[in-house]
């Protein structure tokens, strides 16, 4: 699983990133008590970013900083204080036919990886001082340029978004 | 470093998301399993992105994140 010959230190960061990010996942989804399952949620995003600095993708990597772990993270532990009666852990987050999502998801997670295994074995990335560091100038031309249309897409569905949080807030 | 270390983690992550999905009740836990399973999204457009050279994937992941934002703020309305 790890390149032999070269980045030895990259290659023990993202074992041990890896390895947290996974067990974290792990805990969001089993764990008893919403706000826990936040608080192990910022694990695995913050995992993430560590993830995109290795695949020297900088300015995404900052960007979830920004969002999911700033706002997102923010906007889950308020919501779930401010709305929610009980905090404290719950018996019943699961569904009665949980047992079903297990085969199901061990199922899949077999399938994908006989398949990315058979397809990408041992394709290696380019390593990061000899690939030209692309600057975040080209990536607002090809934000600005070719993507523009789904840019204005996605400028409506945040206009949506607004106006739908405001209309739902009002109801109530 | 090899793309598919990327990529299985990614596969990881995915699969924890989509059992989180099936399994959970409350609406909060599924919409962070689904925070899963777009991480994983990124991971892979990225792992992509840098295999090929190319600034694209990075693009889509700037898009994929707005995307989630905008979701989990109007599940919070």
Redesign the interface.
Known sequence: ???AD??VA??IG?GII?LL??VA??R??TVKN?VH??LW?VI??SG?AA??L????E??AI??VL??VG??MV??L???MLTRAKIGA?A????KN?G???P???L??GV??WV??DG???????NPDE??Q?PIQ??SD??FGP?LL??WA?SF??L???I??????RKD | MLTVQFLLLGAVLFCIGVYGVLARKNAVMVLMSIELILNSVNLNLLAFSSRLGSIDGNTFALYVIAVAAAEVGDMKG
């Not at chain 1, 019943?92 to 569904?95: E, G, I, V, Y």
């Not at chain 1, 990408?120 to 380019?126: M, N, S, T, V």
């Not at chain 1, 739908?164 to 807030?169: M, R, Y």
């Open positions: 699983m790890v390149a070269l980045l990259q290659n993202f890896a990010m996974i996942a792990l969001v989804v919403v399952a936040a949620l695995v995003l993430a993830q995109y290795l695949l020297s993708a300015f995404v960007t979830q969002v999911y706002a997102v906007l889950f308020f919501g779930t719950e019943d987050l699961n569904n949980w079903i999502a297990v199901v998801s061990l899949m997670f994908i990886t990315l295994i990408f074995g041992d394709e290696r990335l380019p690939q030209t692309v080209v990536l090809d934000i993507y789904p840019f996605l569905v945040l949506v978004a607004v739908g949080a405001i209309v739902l807030a």
